[in-house]
């Protein structure tokens, strides 16, 4: 069975062009802890600072597992540690072509969906910022959930099919 060319080249944009911001939110992350005068190129104004989103509560653990564990203890990650892993998660189970595969891209989706939505929220609504980079990643993990969803019923329409 072969995919729709689209889905694969899509799939491949999206998770290198999620990676990207990852790995960008990152160094940003880490440049500034050692170095509170970093000034990232996202920083474009008080209000519009990715810096200043990323070293917030919310940038490490999507601002919860502090409540369950030591800020300093391993499991609290930044989230772009989350994206690399999320990221490659979809890369990699991206080249199954098995319907547990398709089940499981959908449900990592939802829920990287779901975090995006909760961060848009905090990022909205409790640190007033905007963050280009931030966004950037919703509107990837949105349209990833979207070509994830569409190969999922792909699959299941050959599966039916065949069987």
């Known amino acids: 069975m072969a995919l729709p060319k689209w889905e694969r080249k899509t799939r491949v944009f999206l998770c290198v062009f999620g990676l990207f911001l990852s790995v960008y939110a990152l160094h940003v992350e880490l440049s500034r802890e050692s170095n509170p005068d970093y000034r990232a190129m996202c920083d474009l104004g008080e209000s519009v600072s990715c810096s200043k989103v990323f070293t917030s509560r919310w940038g490490?653990?999507?601002?919860?597992?502090?409540?369950?564990?030591?800020?300093?203890?391993?499991?609290?990650?930044?989230?772009?540690?989350?994206?690399?892993?999320?990221?490659?998660?979809?890369?990699?189970?991206?080249?199954?072509?098995?319907?547990?595969a398709a089940m499981l891209l959908v449900f990592f989706s939802w829920v990287s969906v779901a975090g995006s939505l909760y961060l848009a929220s905090i990022l909205a609504f409790v640190l007033g910022d905007f963050c280009m980079v931030c966004v950037s990643t919703y509107i990837v993990n949105f349209a990833l959930l979207f070509t994830n969803i569409k190969r999922r019923r792909a699959i299941e329409g050959v599966k039916e099919k065949a069987g």
């Open 60 to 100: 490490r653990g999507f601002g919860l597992v502090q409540f369950f564990v030591a800020a300093d203890n391993p499991l609290n990650q930044p989230n772009s540690v989350l994206g690399i892993i999320f990221y490659t998660l979809q890369m990699g189970l991206g080249l199954s072509l098995s319907k547990k």
